[in-house]
């Protein structure tokens, strides 16, 4: 079975500092990848999908943007973090069409 | 538009009761759906799902069913148990899409 790897679980930056968060995936190959994010209340918004490298589909136009140098690695970054970024940030990943998402156990970001 | 809602953000029920969790959409084209259970500070985990062109599917205590005409699906949970108290998000996607749409999610707390 497929298993997410997220860092760091948690994490504070000042406002206009630049973010990396790093997920990789083991135990599948050619995964579809995914960035949501939980806002607090909220429920889950879809940020970035990719189906390959170097393809990556955005949802929401914002100040974040995505990569995926490797096969089974997606990067989350921003320039100049914003305090509406902070939220609870969810990488996943699925095997196709038709089958379900599983998802890592996410990196918690504030942004002060 | 939220296209996938769920109108109960909590529900408690005793322990061995059962535990109705529902689900509502709006879009017609949504094909297959899927139901996750999230503790705090972790990343959602699959519970279940169903595909169109059935109207009922099981996995131990848990049964997910579909009323395409509502566009409605429910979450079935019997019986009870504490460790079941989570926040569970209904999801959806459409045929040949890689978006999946979730719900804001319903608090469930399962009294001892």
């Known amino acids: 079975s497929q298993t997410i790897h997220q860092w760091p679980a948690t994490l504070v930056q000042p406002v206009g500092s630049p973010l990396s968060l790093e997920c990789t995936v083991e135990?599948?190959?050619?995964?579809?990848l995914y960035w949501y994010r939980q806002a607090a209340g909220r429920g889950l918004q879809l940020l970035f999908y990719s189906v390959g490298i170097g393809q990556i589909s955005s949802e929401v136009p914002q100040n974040l943007s995505a990569s995926r140098p490797q096969d089974r690695q997606f990067i989350l970054s921003s320039k100049k973090l914003l305090l509406s970024d902070s939220g609870f940030y969810l990488c996943?990943?699925?095997?196709?069409?038709?089958?379900?998402?599983?998802f890592g156990n996410g990196t918690r970001l504030t942004v002060t | 538009d939220q296209q996938v809602k769920q109108n109960s953000p909590s529900l408690s029920v005793q322990e061995g009761r059962i535990s109705i969790l529902n689900c509502d959409y709006t879009?017609?084209?949504?094909?297959?759906f899927l139901w996750y259970k999230k503790y705090p500070a972790e990343g959602p985990t699959f519970l279940i799902s169903?595909?169109?062109?059935?109207d009922k599917n099981e996995d131990g205590r848990f049964t997910v069913f579909l009323n395409k005409s509502a566009k409605h699906l429910s979450l079935h949970i019997v019986p009870s148990q504490p460790g079941d108290s989570a926040v569970y998000f209904c999801a959806a996607s459409a045929r040949g899409t890689y978006k999946y749409i979730f719900g804001t999610g319903t608090r469930l707390k399962v009294l001892a």
């Open positions: 135990g599948t190959s050619n995964p579809n």
């Open positions: 996943a990943s699925d095997r196709g069409l038709g089958s379900p998402l599983h």
């Open positions: 169903i595909s169109s062109i059935k």
């Open positions: 879009n017609s084209m949504f094909d297959y």
